[in-house]
């Protein structure tokens, strides 16, 4: 067993972030509290190379290739901005207008550029994550 793979999902985002080198760390710290504070259903961990945030409650049984338990998983491939990767976005009803694309694969995205960026997406973020919830086949 790997040492990563002994943490829990929280120590695992922890340590991430604190090893992370990116322009925009202070950013990925917020939006990791925007996140949690969220729901307490919503459980981190570090998956596809990211922090990334799911859903810890039961569910009915599904096919784990179509991550419906994954909310949203950070992209921080680019230095000047965040891109928040909603895998299953395409279910939401976004009256928010912040998710982003039409991928076939059903996901959806939402860029921020910053903590003051964050601070103003907020409470859309919280929703966009409540309405994800309200989806969730329990």
Known sequence: MTKSAQQSGEDQVK??????DHPLKDTVEKLRQIILQTDKTIGE???????????T????????????????VFNLHKKEYILLV?????TINDTTGLLEGNYTDGR???????KKDA???AEGLKRLIKAWLNFVDR
């Open 45 to 55: 961990q570090v998956k596809w190379n990211s922090p990334a945030f799911w859903y």
């Open 15 to 20: 340590a991430f972030i604190q090893k992370l």
């Open 108 to 114: 959806r995205v939402m860029k921020i550029t910053g």
């Open 86 to 90: 909603f895998p299953t976005g395409a």
């Open 119 to 121: 601070e103003v997406k």
């Open 57 to 72: 409650g039961k569910m009915k049984p599904f096919d784990p290739k179509e991550y419906k338990r994954d909310i949203v």
